[in-house]
């Protein structure tokens, strides 16, 4: 599968606790974004980056949460001190550089926190 | 900052007949403005786009129109299957936003009876 994809599928953590998300883009992609859908909503922008470095942040990206893509190949997103409204499916997608092309999205990781 | 509005926010049609989603935005300077569609707990799929400097778009039974002045554009499905039945997302992507993040509606859910 030459797709985007996202490691783990499912996540249950107790409130509190950190939890890391991974994404792996298209491998020729360059774009990568972060986007959080809740239930009955579209996907909501949280973050965007261009090869490794991050360009740009949501104001709905508090403290908590930091996202990396080391070497502009795979990303992370964790989420520190998990609360009940970060429960939500958290989806990846990916780009080519340039004007605005096609983004593709992976399965997403839905998260619950209990 | 930029706004897409959706409707209808639930859509039933008989099989054979044709669905129409509409979406509006307030940006002006947004180019871009994608459809994806979303099955229950999968990822949403990219299934048509348009960029401003075109006016309609049609691939097989999906077919896209965008009035830049009215700052409208819709999602045309004709001659529906049960397999059609799913979420619809509109997007819109910020012209002037070297991001190209999108902004999505809230989305529309289809049925099609059989």
């Known amino acids: 599968d030459t797709g985007v994809s996202q490691d783990p599928r499912h996540k249950i953590t107790k409130r509190g606790q950190n939890v890391t998300f991974r994404c792996d883009p298209i491998s020729e992609h360059n774009r990568l974004y972060w986007y959080r859908q809740t239930l009955g909503q579209g996907p909501e922008f949280l973050t965007y980056?261009?090869?490794?470095?991050?360009?740009?942040k949501s104001r709905l990206l508090s403290d908590r949460f930091s996202a990396e893509r080391p070497k502009g190949s795979f990303s992370t997103l964790e989420i520190q001190r998990t609360e009940q409204g970060d429960s939500a499916m958290y989806l990846c997608?990916?780009?080519?550089?340039?004007?605005?092309?096609?983004?593709?999205f992976g399965p997403g990781t839905r998260l619950t926190v209990t | 900052g930029e706004n897409v509005e959706q409707h209808p926010s639930t859509l039933s049609v008989q099989e054979g007949d044709s669905a129409v989603i509409k979406c509006t935005y307030s940006d002006s300077a947004s180019n871009y403005f994608p459809w994806y569609k979303q099955e229950l707990g999968k990822r949403p799929q990219l299934i048509i786009d348009?960029?401003?400097?075109?006016g309609e778009k049609k691939d097989q039974r999906i077919a896209v129109t965008l009035n830049k002045t009215a700052k409208h554009f819709s999602l045309h499905i004709t001659e529906t299957q049960p397999e059609d039945s799913a979420v619809y997302f509109c997007a819109a992507s910020l012209g002037m936003d070297s991001s190209y993040k999108l902004i999505f509606g809230s989305g529309t859910r289809l049925l099609v009876r059989p």
């Open positions: 997608a990916s780009s080519s550089q340039g004007g605005p092309y096609e983004q593709y």
């Open positions: 348009i960029r401003s400097n075109v």
């Open positions: 980056f261009q090869n490794e470095a991050q360009l740009e």
